[in-house]
């Protein structure tokens, strides 16, 4: 009885190594003692969750020292498991679970920046960009990505004002402007649909305004030397090649 009460207190007390000799002592006594079995099982069992605790708990403070918080935080999860109340652990996930919730807003975040790019909203990716700054501010591929999205949005815009100047100079028969506009857009964005469409309507438009100009150089020299027939045909084919001259 002795040995089966100090077994017990020292169970009450989590001093499982003495609870299992104490239980071992009275099963030298009698081998089928039941309740000591129990007791025996309990300590055991309490012996390799407190070996098991203090494992944790050091792998705990090494990766919370190591900058390791993902795995700082799997390793307290599972202590706290057994010792839900442990003050230093408790510090432990708490910081630990900040910092894997940091991260997954920067991945996150980063993310959303990429995507914003590969779509072409320039201004979407920036935002982004600087949401990410603000929980890191040093982050290399923030930074990168900040001053991509910066720059193509600047690009985006010069590439829009071209289109603008470009149609604007069609409108004004100021061939030349416009094909040089088109030609600097393009320069920016080889692919942009609306100036490829420019590009080629203006350069008909530049050779056909040079032809003209040709026409009536050679239509002028007819009529200096009273060639009258002449200029009547040239004149014919520049009004054939643009009607409203």
Not at 139 to 144: D, G, P, Q, R, T
Not at 152 to 171: C, I, Y
Not at 181 to 203: C, F, Y
């Amino acid at each position: 009885a002795a040995g089966l009460e100090r077994c017990g207190q020292c169970l009450a007390n989590e001093d499982y190594g003495a609870a299992l000799e104490a239980a071992d002592e009275v099963l030298r006594l009698e081998p089928k003692h039941r309740e000591a079995h129990a007791l025996q099982q309990q300590a055991t069992e309490g012996l390799e969750n407190q070996q098991r605790f203090e494992e944790l708990l050091v792998l705990a403070r090494d990766y919370s020292k190591s900058q390791n918080h993902a795995e700082c935080l799997k390793a307290a999860d599972e202590a706290l498991a057994f010792k839900p109340q442990h003050a230093e652990l408790r510090k432990l996930r708490d910081k630990s679970f900040q910092a894997v919730e940091r991260q997954r807003a920067i991945e996150a975040g980063l993310a959303r920046t990429r995507q914003a790019l590969s779509e072409e909203r320039f201004q979407e990716a920036q935002t982004a960009a600087q949401e990410v700054l603000k929980m890191e501010s040093q982050y290399l591929e923030a930074k990168e990505l900040a001053r991509t999205a910066s720059e193509l949005w600047e690009r985006q815009q010069r590439v829009e004002q071209l289109v603008a100047e470009a149609q604007r100079k069609l409108e004004q028969r100021d061939y030349s402007a416009g094909l040089g506009a088109a030609e600097e857009g393009l320069s920016l964005k080889s692919t942009h649909t609306v100036l490829l469409e420019l590009r080629q309507t203006l350069k008909q438009a530049v050779e056909r305004q040079e032809t003209l100009a040709r026409w009536i150089e050679k239509a002028q020299n007819q009529l200096n030397v009273r060639d009258y027939a002449g200029t009547i045909e040239t004149c014919d084919q520049c009004l054939e090649l643009e009607a409203d001259h």
